[in-house]
Structure formats: C-alpha cells, structure tokens
C-alpha cells in the first residue's frame, strides 16, 4: 500500500479526530482557536498537490487514484474549505453559535470530498460520499433552537438516504454482472463481455444518486429548503465544494468503469442537464428569498456543467473543470457579501432588503454586481469563459441543439441576476442595513473572487495548461 500518496488524507482524518477530542476535554471555548487550526490545516491540505509535483499513482491497494485530475480538485476543495471558515467567524458570533464543532464536521467533509474524487473502486466512492454527507447533515441543522435548520438537517438526512439506497443498488447491480468493485475491474469485464440490461441498470441507478449530490433535477427536491433552513456559512459551503467533489466524482465514473457504454450514459447526462437547466432557470423566477433563489441558481449551473460532460473525452472533462472552477469562486463570493449585509432581523435573506444598495453601500453593490455578471456570462467577465469553453466542445461533437438549449436558459437566467441588479441600483432604499466594519474575511474572500473575475480574465486561457494536465490524467 503506497501510503505516501493519501498521507494528505490520512493527517486530515487525526488532525480532525485531534482537534475533536481537544474541543471535547478542554473547558471554555476553544473554537476560535480550532477553527484557526482548521483553516490552516486546508490550506496546506490544498497546497500539497502542487508543492509536491503532482506524484500520482494508485493508493490503498489501488482503492484510490491520485492523479493529476484529483491533486486539481483538492486544491480547490480545501481552498472553498476555509473560505467557509473564514466567512462563518462573524456569522457564527453573532448568532452565538460559535462552536467546535463547526469546524471539525467541516474537515470531515473536506476529508470525504478528497476521498471521493479520488475513488478508483465503489467502496471507496461510497465512503467518501457518505463520511462527506454525515457531516454535511449536521451541519444543515447546527442551529438547534431554529425551526428551519432542524427541518432542513431532517429533509437533507432523509432524501440522502434514498439517494444512498439508490447508489447501494446500483454498485449491488454492476458487482452482481460485472465480478468486480475496481473502475478497471468493471471497465475490462465491460469491454470484454460487452454490457448487460444489469451493468446499464446499475449505472443509472449510480449516476442517480451523484445526481441528488449535485443538485441535478429531478433529484434536486432538497435543496431550496436545506439552502433556505441551513445557517448561511453552511449554504455557502454546500453551494460550492460538494458540487464540486460530486460532479468530479461523476465524470471519473462515467470516463473509468463505464466508458465502454458511452451511449448509455450520454442519454442520462442530457435528460439531467437539460431538466437541471430548465427547472433552476425557471424556478428561480418565482424566488423572494435570496438563498432560494441561489438554489435555483445552482440547479441551472449543475445543469450547464452537465453539458459539457455528455460531450464526453478529455475536452468535455476539461470545459467542466473550468467552469466548475469560476463558479465556485463566483458562489464564493457572492455568499460573502450576503454574509456581510445584516438588518435588526439578521443576515439579509429577502431580494427586496437589497433595495437601494447602492446608495449605502456602493462597493458592496459594485462586488454583487460584478459577480452576478459573471454567474450570467457577460464578457469580459471569466464566467463568460466558462460557460464558453462549456459549451464548446458540445457544439464541435454534434450537441448543438444541446447548447441552444443551454443559451435559452441562460437567457431566462439572466433575468433574475438582473432584477437582482436593479433592485439594488434603482430601487429605493429599503430597510436599514446595519452596517458592520468589512472584516478581513470578507475582504480577501470577495477581492480574490473580483481579481478573478473582473481584473485580471485573461487568465482563463493560460491557466488551461493545468485542466489540461488534470483533464488527461483520466484518459
């Protein structure tokens, strides 16, 4: 067993359990100094990767894969990771729910995250995905004394174990005609015998089960409600790394064990895409509240992420990876500035409350306006990239009836990032915001997502040598 490759993971896991038993025998409150910890732990958790090169090889008797592609999505998983952290400080002061064990479900999290965009075998994605979702349930009810975060907790625990039974079914049907667990195993006994009404049975029973992770419809039931109950650090946690480990996790099931049955598995990723694009695009239309309305929002990007992804091959691989990438650091920071506004009644949650934003507090609503540009694709924005090299590729194989759908969308789309502009620009003033001191956390995080994304866009071409080098590591 090459321990060196997962020593990232394994020191995540005692770190973790460490800090765990520290918050649990230490008398008074030791989270301040634990979520230190934590944000340093995912930080060097995301730098290992490239520090040390990118070695990459096969791990825990071949259970997991640490290539190229997984050292990418690390990287930025342990990034969203402590952006989070840093985001849920003030938050969580305020609404005196400053506890240690915020912190340390969220490692947990990141843990199975890194768990499962490495998985080369079913038993390893299983654990990953579950040691991930157990965590994330909590997390939806962290605030006990809510109503709304209890049932949110509740409802998320309870479609996750459909989802869980669905993905334990399939893995049941493709061992029973397949002999094996291994993406290689399974990949080499498709190629050989040829697919069975089982092996096609069990993989639409899996990517059933990514799809709910990923928010894709017609699984995507969950979540306005867990976005709307959570505490909001914790939505903006779910809107961005869990999507992001998901989604991997279904291209390096549908490119390893399963890309024999190409055709099998593109006539599942276009139904999601296409119903994910349509349902969120349309279903946000109707939203008053903002976390709901970015739940709608994130059912329509899971949906444009998908497209690329059913164009299959190593482009389709590397158009998801550049657009899951911006939108994560879009999601990002727009939750940060959310997470900065508050009124007597608490963090802003109504669209109406941004009324008149602009007039007491221009930069706040120069940031939210330049990220919901990106999240649109206007050029120049990098969001326009992404969608760009999304759609390309789907195009250049044939799927262009496929990307019209996707711009149609987008166009519906539009409409209530704008009304969210407009509200903000040349409404009048609402109620009053109380109007906290910009913290360094919200700082950095939402000057990182605007150099990102407003000043400096050209990078999206050069930084395609990475995806590039993650994107082909699968093939």
């Known amino acids: 067993m090459n321990y060196q490759l997962i020593l990232p993971e394994i020191l995540l896991a005692l770190c973790a359990s ?7 025998s230490k008398k008074g409150n030791r989270a301040p100094v634990i979520r230190n910890v934590a944000i340093a732990l995912l930080v060097i958790y995301a730098l290992v990767g490239p520090v040390l090169g990118g070695r990459s090889g096969p791990a825990a008797n071949g259970m997991l894969m640490i290539d190229a592609y997984a050292h990418y999505l690390k990287f930025f998983l342990g990034l969203s990771g402590a952006a989070a952290l840093l985001l849920s400080k003030s938050y969580l002061k305020t609404e005196k729910l400053d506890h240690f064990e915020f912190s340390v479900l969220l490692l947990y999290a990141v843990l199975g995250m890194g768990v499962m965009v490495s998985a080369n075998n079913m038993l390893a994605l299983y654990i990953g995905i579950e040691l991930q979702s157990l965590a994330l349930y909590v997390m939806a009810a962290f605030n006990r004394d809510s109503l ?21 079914y399939g893995i049941t049907l493709v061992y029973g005609f397949t002999g094996s667990v291994d993406f290689d195993g399974i990949a080499a006994a498709v190629a050989s015998n040829g697919y069975s009404s089982g092996v096609i049975a069990g993989m639409v029973f899996i990517l059933c089960g990514l799809a709910f992770k990923i928010s894709a419809a017609p699984f995507h039931m969950w979540t306005p409600d867990v976005y709307e109950g959570s505490p909001a650090p914790v939505t903006a946690f779910f809107a961005s790394a869990p999507k992001l480990a998901a989604i991997a996790l279904m291209a390096r099931v549908i490119i390893g064990p399963f890309d024999g049955i190409m055709d099998q598995w593109q006539s599942v990723i276009i139904v999601l895409a296409l119903l994910s694009m349509f349902v969120g695009a349309v279903g946000a239309l109707m ?40 939108y994560i650091i879009s999601i990002t920071g727009i939750f940060a500035c959310i997470l900065q506004m508050r009124n ?4 802003v949650e109504q669209i109406s409350d941004l009324s008149g934003l602009s007039r007491t507090n221009r930069g706040m609503a120069f940031s939210l306006t330049a990220l919901m540009f990106s999240l649109m694709g206007i050029p120049p924005l990098l969001g326009f990239f992404g969608k760009l090299f999304a759609f390309w590729h789907a195009a250049s194989v044939g799927l262009v009836w ?25 409404d009048e003033g609402g109620r009053e915001f109380i109007a906290p001191p910009a913290s360094l956390a919200w700082t950095s995080t939402v ?19 990475w995806v590039e080098q993650a994107s082909t590591s699968l093939f």
């Open 344 to 347: 007597r009644d608490g963090v």
């Open 447 to 465: 000057s990182v997502a605007m150099v990102f994304l407003t000043i400096i866009p050209f990078i999206a071409i050069p930084a395609r040598g």
């Open 402 to 426: 496929l990307v019209v759908a996707a711009l149609i969308a987008s166009v519906i789309g539009a409409f209530y990032y704008l009304r969210i502009v407009k509200i903000m620009w040349m």
């Open 18 to 24: 460490f800090l765990l038993g520290i918050g649990v």
């Open 287 to 326: 939203q008053t509240n903002i976390k709901r309305l970015m739940a709608y929002s994130s059912i329509a990007n899971m949906g444009y992420a998908l497209v690329p992804l059913a164009s299959g091959g190593e482009e389709g691989v590397r158009g998801m990876l550049i657009f899951m990438t911006i």
């Open 148 to 168: 709304r975060a209890s049932e949110a907790g509740l409802k998320y625990f309870v479609l996750g174990a459909i989802s869980s039974g669905l993905l334990l």
